[in-house]
């Protein structure tokens, strides 16, 4: 059982223009306590048994965020942020009635980024630096650059940046499979690609190819039900993606192939497909109505869950969902949502089903 609130606020303002800029603040507050009954793996229990487990959190994230847009000229772009987090949270309970399983986590976040685009005739060029500080692993750099150029009716694009993700209050702290030893996620990202647009600026297609490179993955090792650090991972594909609109309708379709795998171990990398699709439909009704319909193609991808160890993938299955959403007025609008719509019986994670239907409606404010 869980207790859950997160609130926030945005203010905005073009002060000239060449500038503008908005600060954001938000808090998000969850207590919970868990009651995890023992797993057996077979009677009698073997070397995969899980012990039951109990545990109380709770987690307190306060952040906020500064972003600045200044274009001095038509050809040249700045975008720049500052943002600042702090983290509060603790975790104490016990494996099997007995063994003590207790967490405690205190850190401040400060980031600070820039990102320049010159634009021309023939193309653009970005180049752009994250610097982060945290109270636990000191200060990282994270630079990025990319461009693009017009070739005889083609744009062609070009992309290289690196990243760093701390490991989470869940992954540190969990009594069951956290490892409060995990360091930060490191990454290395190369694409390059084309975009053509077809039928008078009717049609878009693009394909783009990727390769991306992981240090210190974050991933679970069944063997020591845990979360590890992996030294190696690696990621590469390509996406094909075509969108279109005609009258009132906006359709869009996409394609990604991933061959994803950990490097110096036989383990598997779960939850991550090689095949994977999606179809997006936006209708412009009449009384200001909108509505979209959206179905994704999730392909076979390996798993492990301690009920069926003996399955190591998930089946194939498609999702669908459709949103209508109204618009009262130039402030007010609705939406009411339905997921999983035609209820397919499909499992996520290898031997839960899913719940089936699940529908959502909410109203927005905006000025």
């Known amino acids: 059982m869980a207790d859950q609130v997160s609130s926030g606020g945005t203010f905005r303002q073009t002060l000239t223009p060449h500038f503008s800029c908005d600060a954001r603040a938000g808090i998000f507050s969850r207590v919970a ?122 744009q062609l694009h070009l992309s290289y940046g690196q990243g760093f993700k701390l490991p989470s209050f869940y992954s540190l702290g969990n009594p069951l499979v956290g490892n409060p030893h995990l360091l930060p996620e490191t990454g290395r990202t190369y694409d390059a690609g084309f975009s053509h647009t077809f039928s008078a600026g009717q049609t878009l297609a693009s394909l783009t190819y990727f390769d991306n490179r992981y240090g210190n993955l974050i991933d679970f090792s069944p063997t020591l039900f845990k979360l590890v650090n992996r030294s190696s991972a690696f990621a590469r594909g390509s996406d094909l993606d075509l969108a279109s609109e005609f009258r009132r309708v906006r359709a869009g379709v996409s394609v990604t192939y991933v061959d994803a795998g950990l490097v110096g171990t036989s383990d598997r990398l779960r939850d991550v497909p090689r095949w994977s699709e999606a179809l997006h439909l936006r209708m412009n009704l009449p009384l200001r109505l909108v509505a979209r319909v959206d179905t994704t193609w999730v392909g076979r991808r390996f798993d492990y869950q301690v009920p069926v160890p003996a399955i190591q993938t998930v089946p194939r299955y498609s999702l669908t969902t459709i949103t209508v959403q109204q618009t009262f007025s130039a402030h007010v609008s609705g939406h009411l949502r339905f997921e999983n719509a035609w209820n397919s019986h499909y499992q996520e994670f290898v031997g839960f089903p899913s719940a089936g239907i699940y529908t959502t409606a909410g109203f927005s404010y905006s000025r």
Do not use: C
Not at 52 to 74: E, G, K, N
């Open 33 to 154: 306590g868990d009651i995890s009954p023992a797993i057996a793996d077979r009677i009698p229990p073997g070397p995969s048994y899980v012990p039951s487990s109990t545990s109380h959190s709770r987690f307190l994230r306060i952040d906020t965020v500064s972003t600045q847009h200044y274009a001095p000229q038509p050809w040249l772009n700045s975008y720049s942020a500052l943002s600042w987090q702090r983290e509060s949270g603790s975790s104490k309970g016990n494996l099997g009635g007995y063994l003590p399983a207790s967490y405690g986590l205190e850190r401040d976040t400060f980031n600070a980024s820039e990102n320049a685009v010159v634009m021309g005739k023939a193309g653009s060029l970005t180049a752009g630096l994250n610097v982060q500080q945290s109270s636990d692993f000191g200060v990282r750099l994270s630079p990025r650059v990319g461009g693009s150029v017009a070739l005889r009716g083609y």
